[in-house]
């Protein structure tokens, strides 16, 4: 069992930046990959970003492209996400996903939330224009 929590959301005008965690407990987190979904009011969860095991491998949405990093720290069990440059169209809840296959299935598969065995609560992102 993965247990998620999210944190770090808030209120941030637009072109301003947070980093959300998200922290992970029990003792198998290092092997799975984890990744970063959003839900803005009225739409659909879509994908953020992924992270293989060792940080190897990490893969972005279009959209957050060159704005957004992953990274993580496996040795606190914590996942990260740089989110810089921020739009108001980047408004939504923000959740952490743990995929125990460790992105087996390749990056693609990866953007799919069924994908995904452990879901966190979500934070709360909102930008201002």
């Known amino acids: 069992q993965v247990q998620l929590v999210e944190s770090g959301g808030g209120l941030v005008q637009a072109g301003g930046s947070l980093r959300l965690s998200c922290a992970a407990s029990g003792r198998t987190f290092s092997r799975y990959a984890m990744g970063w979904f959003r839900q803005a009011p009225g739409k659909e969860r879509e994908f953020v970003a992924v992270?293989?095991?060792?940080?190897?491998?990490?893969y972005y949405a279009d959209s957050v492209k060159g704005r957004f990093t992953i990274s993580r720290d496996n040795a606190k069990n914590t996942v990260y996400l740089q989110m810089n440059s921020l739009k108001p169209e980047d408004t939504a809840v923000y959740y952490c996903?743990?995929?125990?296959?460790?992105?087996?299935?390749?990056?693609?598969?990866?953007?799919?939330?069924?994908?995904?065995?452990?879901w966190g609560q979500g934070t709360q992102v909102t930008v201002s224009s």
């Open positions: 992270i293989r095991w060792n940080g190897g491998i990490t």
């Open positions: 996903a743990a995929d125990s296959m460790d992105m087996f299935a390749g990056p693609l598969r990866a953007t799919m939330s069924d994908t995904y065995d452990y």
